[in-house]
């Protein structure tokens, strides 16, 4: 290397310049050795707690406890011996949840977000954005709370996206922005549509707490899906199917199980239903607890189409479009699609605009297309939903409105599977664990979910959490200074302990349209007990 400087007419490099040039070398090999076996250390957890490493939110696994042991000993060790960034994240969300074997602690949630957040993760500035909004563990700092939301939002977090579009909608703690809105709605949003188009929507029962007994309400549930097994069992095929549908789904009590699903579609199929037959045609087209096949997919619509199902006519449609087991055909695919839609099928509804918005198999329509995803929208249907959210923001086919568009966006990021938080939270809270309810409902509460807003203020104000005078160290994610924090503490006999209960974060909103497409806005926003996400 000298000579070849010298031959260019290059000073030599000196001793000292190599030297320094092997150290800098050797700390680069350590650092990224470091990294790998923290990296691997997080992954062998992950599988250990069966938690799926897309999901951008942990607050329980469904796995033993001694796994669950085992796995968070991994957790520490790569976040402590190789300050691995995601096992600290996960053992702050851990802390923060309450999440079995870790003891809930604010303080220590604080701690671990903020030596990740040093490190520039976007899930561990979000999280330490609402550690800072809510004041739970660290002085409630709105201000700083919106840096980090921001950083976080620059790093594709879609719940960041959805804290700021919350607060450029209303104005909390920045000037209101439609515009800013929108567009972090927007990416929250195309987060979700991704997940929906990939392993369709999930069901979630928003649950408002009252002063109702809620385990009634639970145990009438379990009554009703009891009620329901024994008829089925005795060859009532409406049970049987409405059971395949709770447990291919989930809801109400019922964990989603496909094995199951597909046994009461079969039965029900065999006496000749067609929404069973429907079903099965989708598992078998899609591999959903059978093998893919094509040809047994395409046996099920059929013969639940020849009878004028519409979710038959839709599936139909949809393997004609895509040449499933078929000739590919646009033209067949949209007729379909037409007779599905004319009965009011949201599913139908949705992918008959979307050729019209296309053009494909007819002439291109944006008007027409907007008029299907609207009826598809007033049902619920999550993508309908996210087109029209598109439409009204880009001004297709309709006149632009950027209210509207907020609106829709905001209804279809409520729907992600991290909306399954507010389920837990009810589950919590039914089971006597006031703290970590709370712990969740706030955590919702900070992206904009107005039945979060609400529970976090039940619990408060009915004394089943507190926040505690002592004074704690002030986290931040550049780990400085000190404060006052404050740390939540049960009350289990449900009596007040500090008068001066306060929840920090952005307060419910509320907005009214009368027209139809405002009303698909608002969707699965009312306050219903319980409300069913997504769509197939």
């Not at 059929?302 to 499933?324: D, I, P, S």
């Amino acid at each position: 290397q000298q000579q070849q400087q010298q031959q260019r007419g290059e000073p030599a490099a000196s001793a000292a310049d190599e030297e320094e040039h092997r150290e800098e070398e050797e700390v680069g090999e350590e650092l990224l050795e470091m990294e790998r076996m923290g990296s691997e250390l997080y992954e062998r957890a992950l599988a250990l707690l069966e938690l799926d490493p897309a999901y951008t939110l942990v607050t329980a696994s469904p796995a033993p406890a001694e796994a669950r042991h085992d796995a968070f000993e991994l957790l520490l060790e790569a976040a402590e011996r190789y300050d691995h960034p995601e096992s600290q994240n996960l053992l702050c969300e851990a802390a923060f949840f309450g999440h079995e074997p870790v003891e809930q602690s604010m303080e220590v949630a604080a701690e671990w977000c903020s030596r990740a957040a040093r490190t520039g993760l976007p899930a561990a500035q979000r999280n330490v954005a609402v550690l800072l909004s809510v004041g739970l563990g660290m002085r409630s700092d709105q201000a700083k709370a919106l840096v980090h939301y921001t950083f976080a939002a620059l790093g594709g977090d879609p719940h960041a996206h959805m804290a700021l579009g919350y607060r450029y909608h209303l104005g909390v703690s920045v000037k209101e922005n439609c515009e800013a809105a929108a567009n972090h709605y927007l990416q929250a949003a195309d987060a979700v549509a991704n997940q929906v188009k990939l392993s369709g929507g999930v069901v979630v029962e928003r649950v408002r707490l009252s002063h109702s007994d809620g385990a009634a309400k639970l145990r009438n549930q379990e009554d009703v899906v009891q009620h329901l097994e024994y008829t089925a069992e005795r060859g009532d095929v409406g049970s049987q199917v409405v059971l395949g549908q709770l447990h291919y789904q989930g809801g109400h009590g019922v964990t989603p199980d496909v094995g199951e699903a597909l046994n009461y579609f079969e039965r029900a199929a065999g006496a000749g239903d067609a929404n069973a037959m429907s079903y099965l045609g989708l598992m078998y087209s899609q591999g959903q607890g059978v093998e893919a096949s094509n040809k047994t997919a395409l046996d099920y619509f059929r013969r639940a189409a020849n009878q004028g199902n519409a979710a038959a006519q839709n599936g139909l449609g949809y393997m004609h479009l895509n040449g499933l087991g078929v000739r590919k055909d646009a033209r067949e695919a949209f007729r379909l699609f037409q007779l599905s839609a004319e009965q009011g099928y949201a599913d139908g509804q949705l992918n008959l605009g979307s050729l019209l918005y296309s053009g494909l198999g007819t002439a291109r329509d944006f008007k027409k297309a907007l008029h299907y995803f609207t009826l598809a929208s007033q049902q619920g249907h999550t993508l309908a939903l996210y087109n029209l959210g598109l439409m009204h923001h880009q001004g297709t086919g309709t006149v632009r409105s950027c209210q509207l568009a907020v609106a829709l966006l905001k209804n279809v990021a409520e729907r992600g599977h991290w909306a399954k938080l507010l389920q837990e939270a009810n589950e919590a809270f039914l089971a006597a664990q006031p703290a970590r309810a709370f712990a969740m409902y706030a955590w919702a509460a900070e992206q904009g979910y107005e039945i979060a807003q609400h529970n976090t203020a039940f619990l408060l104000d009915r004394g089943h959490v507190d926040f505690a005078d002592e004074e704690t160290p002030e986290a931040t994610a550049s780990g400085g200074g000190g404060g006052g924090g404050r740390e939540v503490i049960v009350d289990h006999a449900g009596k007040r302990v500090d008068q001066q209960a306060r929840a920090g974060g952005p307060a419910a909103s509320s907005s009214s349209s009368s027209s139809s497409a405002a009303r698909a806005a608002d969707g699965l926003n009312a306050e219903d007990d319980a409300t069913a996400e997504g769509g197939e």
